[in-house]
């Protein structure tokens, strides 16, 4: 559900004149409200940037997400992200 | 393959039968109108973030609070609770940057990526069956981010 509203939220932001990218770790469901960019991860719910302390991992998306954002778009584009985390062990 | 949309649906419609997704056919879209490194970012998720302070999101709405929260931009872990109980929070207890990733952000503020972030961030429970009010409420988000001169949000599902 959640990756149904973080794309219909971003419209509603994108509308009011502010440049949007949302993550989505489920782009099926969140391309049918067709927020105009989409970063698709392959990380399971709760997690959308990664393993928790995985600063590297996040930056690796945040810094996608600012590449997505200076490209010129008119219409939604989705970028995958080939990263993966590994199963997360807490101590 | 796994159709994600499908079984989404098909769980989703043993609570409630009506349901369907929401579909648009067109984007609205806001080009950068400056280099990044001049812009002001806001996060906003949808992981039922709130102040320990402020009401907890409306759990007991049976087609879930559309409403929001303003995190301000100086919060830390500890400020924050989580009321949203569709998602397991241990991911996000142990590290609030993997949802709500405000230090990353800090840093590329000091590293001048970006030129600052908002006074006030915000958070959405987004566990929600019927969407108009959904929407109604992120036209106000974007006014409010626009009212605080953010140029670019950063946006996470739970």
Known sequence: MCNQSVGLIARGIEASGISTVCVSFRKEITRLSRPPRILSVNFSAGKPLGNPGDGNMQRKIIEAGFSLLQNTTTDMTILDLPYKSSKFRFL | ?158
């Open chain 2, 1 to 158: 393959m796994i159709n994600h949309l499908l079984i989404t649906k098909s769980l989703i419609r043993r609570r409630r039968p009506d349901f369907d997704f929401t579909i648009f056919h067109n984007s609205p879209v806001t080009l950068l109108s400056k280099p990044l490194n001049k812009c002001k970012l806001a996060l906003v998720t949808t992981g039922g973030l709130h102040l320990k302070t402020d009401a907890p999101f409306d759990l007991s709405l049976k087609n879930g609070d559309c409403s929001y929260r303003i995190l301000p931009g100086e919060v830390r872990h500890d400020d924050l609770m989580v009321s949203h109980k569709w998602y397991n929070h241990k991911f996000i207890n142990a590290d609030l940057n993997c949802v709500f990733p405000i230090e990353r952000m800090r840093e590329y503020v000091k590293a001048g990526e970006i030129q600052s972030l908002s006074e006030e961030h915000l958070s959405f429970m987004g566990h929600i069956y019927d969407t108009a009010p959904l929407i109604k409420y992120s036209i106000k988000a974007g006014r409010h981010l626009k009212g605080l001169g953010v140029d670019v949000a950063f946006l996470t599902p739970t």
